[in-house]
Structures are given as C-alpha cells and as structure tokens.
C-alpha cells in the first residue's frame, strides 16, 4: 500500500521559511518523480514543483521560483520543500504527489498523492 505523508506545516509570518517533508512507502521511490501541489481555499489544485526520480531535473511554478526549492533523498524515501520569503498568497494546503511516468506538471498525471499539510502565511 503506498503511503505519502507530508509534514511540516503551520503558520508563519510573511517573510518567513518552513520546510515541509513528504515520507513515501509502498512504492519503488527512486521510479518516480515527486511532485508537490497546493491548494488554496476556494481555489484549484496549482503545481508548485516537480523533480526527477534521480532528482537531476527540477522545475517550478512561476510564482515560487527563487523561493521554494524542491528536493529529494532516494535512500530515505523523502522528497522536501524548502519555502522562503513566504507571502500571504502562499496560504494552502500543500500535497505531495507521486508520478510513475514521467515529469509532469499536471494534477490529473499524478499517481498517488497525500492527504496534505496546511501552511499559513500571516501578513
């Protein structure tokens, strides 16, 4: 049974930093790329980045680039965000997701997913 539970969340003032983990078990990790989604009250699902199963491929939204960085450890089975220079609009519950088949961006490509940690970003 795969399992992905992310940690790591809370609530932090603008300008901070959080770093959320993402534990995966049940699947052959280092055969997927690992994505992270967020989802903001009242708003879709939006792709916040994605890395490679062998983690040489890195790419992110638009909207986190130069602040977020997305990382993994394949012998520890975690994949991480590092989120700096937090804003308001960076309030969300934020997944983990597994992709078996490839580097993509979209929600409805994603394998497994987790049931998600809430960052809240006060202003």
């Known amino acids: 049974q795969v399992q992905l539970v992310e940690s790591g969340g809370g609530l932090v003032q603008a300008g901070g930093s959080l770093r959320l983990s993402c534990a995966a078990s049940?699947?052959?990790?280092?055969?997927?790329?690992m994505d992270w989604f967020r989802q903001a009250p009242g708003k879709a699902r939006e792709f916040v980045a994605v890395?490679?199963?062998?983690?040489?491929?890195?790419l992110y939204a638009d909207s986190v680039k130069g602040r977020f960085t997305i990382s993994r450890d394949n012998a520890k089975n975690m994949v991480y965000l590092e989120m700096n220079s937090l804003k308001f609009e960076d309030t969300a519950v934020y997944y983990c997701a597994a992709d078996r088949y490839g580097f993509n961006t979209r929600a409805n490509d994603m394998d497994y997913w987790g049931k998600g940690t809430l960052v809240t970003v006060s202003s």
């Open positions: 049940g699947l052959t990790f280092n055969s997927y790329a």
């Open positions: 890395i490679s199963n062998s983690g040489g491929r890195l």
